[in-house]
Every structure is written in C-alpha cells, then in structure tokens.
C-alpha cells in the first residue's frame, strides 16, 4: 500500500487519504491508522483491484467520507454493506462486475453524496425493474446518469436505466407479438372445429331444413333421384342392389 496523502477539500477540514490502488488486494484492511484529529475524516482509494470481489463493512466507514472502489472486481454489494457507506460524499463503484445494486431493500436506502456507478453490466430484467425508480429518485446524486447502461439482455443493451419502464424491462415485444399470434392461430382453429362438430352433429337437421348438406353432391350428373338407396328386384327373385350415395 502506497503511503498517505493529506486531501484538503476546504480551508476548515482535511481529509485524511490512504492510497491502495493497484496494490493487488482481495480484501479491504481491517484496520487503518488513527486520524489526527476529531473532524478529519478518511478518503480511501482502493481502485483498480481486480480480485477485490466484495465490498465489505469495516469499521472505519463510520469516519470515511470518500471510498473509491472502481475498476475492482466487485460483483455484489449486499444492503448491510450499502447501509455502511450510504453516507459518504462520494462514493466510486464504476467498472466493476455488478449486475444489480442489492437483492432488496432498494427503498431503505438513500444515498447522501456523489455516486459513480456506470460502466457496470447491469442487468435489466423483471426482478430488477425496481432500479428504475431508484435510479431516477437519486438522479441529482448520480455524477454519471447518461452512463447507466443495460448490459442484458440483449433487447436492451446500450439503453439508458433512468429513461427505462417497467415495461421495458418486463415485456419482450418480440415475445408478446408472438404470444398474441399464437393466441389468434389457437382461437381461430378452436372456432373451425366447433363449427365442424356443429355441422356434423346436426348434420341431420340441417339437411331436412334447409336441404344442406356439406357432403351433398351429384354422383349421377344427369339424373334424377330422391333417395339415397335405391333397391331393384328382377323376376328372378334375386336382389340386385344399387347404391347411389351422393347426400350421405
């Protein structure tokens, strides 16, 4: 770890920075040095630590007013650890692995200074619409707002978290014109079978009423005959039978 640095915001307070950029970390220190006076207060540098995957508490957050994590491998900020430094003035989390900000609680946490959080993959689905509203409720806080980006799923890479709807983060045009087509195909197939059940149960009726039939047809062009079946007997007393099926 690179040595301390005294960061001067003002005539009236000086905060005091340790520097541990680069310095190939897995974890923040446990323990940092004790200030040299009661209003100063820490600036921590811990950028660029790619094996630095989880933003722990410590107990020197309570006297931090700016954490860099950036360019880290961070993956998760559970809400406890958002609790811990929803204070800061400034906070640095951009370019790290994060896909969301934390699972719940998105409500019961307010950001009171600067947040960098662009250059993230964040994932837009369903589940974490909720980020829209949150987004755009810290909007005055985000240093970065034009660089909250969608990185999934693909619909929606590139587009803006904070000029996103939970409809765009929930419907998939492409899924619901398809649902919709399919609906309309399954609706009008139901409706040509039940009006074939229909015709072909009253079938019956149809014909003795309107003289309809979908099956009536002429086998003998030229001829006319009333019935279905037509029975002939020669002298012989042998039973010849002709059928002629043009209503059945």
């Not at 020197?60 to 800061?88: K, P, R």
């Not at 947040?115 to 619409?129: D, I, Q, T």
Request: glycine letters at 6%.
């Amino acid at each position: 770890m690179s040595s301390q640095l005294p960061l001067c915001l003002s005539s009236s307070k000086c905060h005091y920075a340790r520097y541990g950029s680069s310095a190939n970390l897995s974890s923040l220190p446990l323990d940092l040095p004790v200030l040299p006076k009661s209003y100063v207060r820490y600036s921590l540098d811990y950028s660029n630590n790619s094996k630095l995957r989880r933003l722990e508490h410590r107990p020197y957050f309570a006297n931090t007013s700016a954490l860099d994590v950036s360019n880290c491998g961070l993956t998760e900020i559970d809400l406890g650890q958002w609790e811990s430094v929803s204070h800061m003035t400034l906070l640095n989390i951009r370019g790290n692995k994060l896909h969301t900000f934390f699972s719940n609680g998105a409500d019961t946490v307010n950001i009171s200074g600067k947040l960098f959080a662009g250059g993230n993959p964040w994932r837009c689905s369903c589940a974490n619409s909720w980020m829209i509203g949150w987004l755009q409720s810290l909007s005055k806080h985000l240093s970065e707002p034009g660089d909250m980006h969608c990185n999934s799923p693909s619909r929606l890479y590139g587009i803006n978290i904070l000029k996103s709807t939970e409809e765009d983060f929930c419907v998939d045009p492409v899924k619901r014109a398809l649902t919709i087509g399919m609906s309309t195909l399954a609706s009008a197939a139901s409706l040509v079978i039940i009006a074939g059940l229909c015709v072909y149960t009253w079938r019956v009726k149809c014909h003795k009423i309107a003289k309809f039939h979908p099956f009536d047809r002429d086998e003998c062009e030229g001829e006319e005959m009333d019935y279905d079946v037509y029975l002939c007997c020669s002298s012989e007393s042998r039973i010849l039978t002709e059928c002629k099926f043009w209503n059945s």
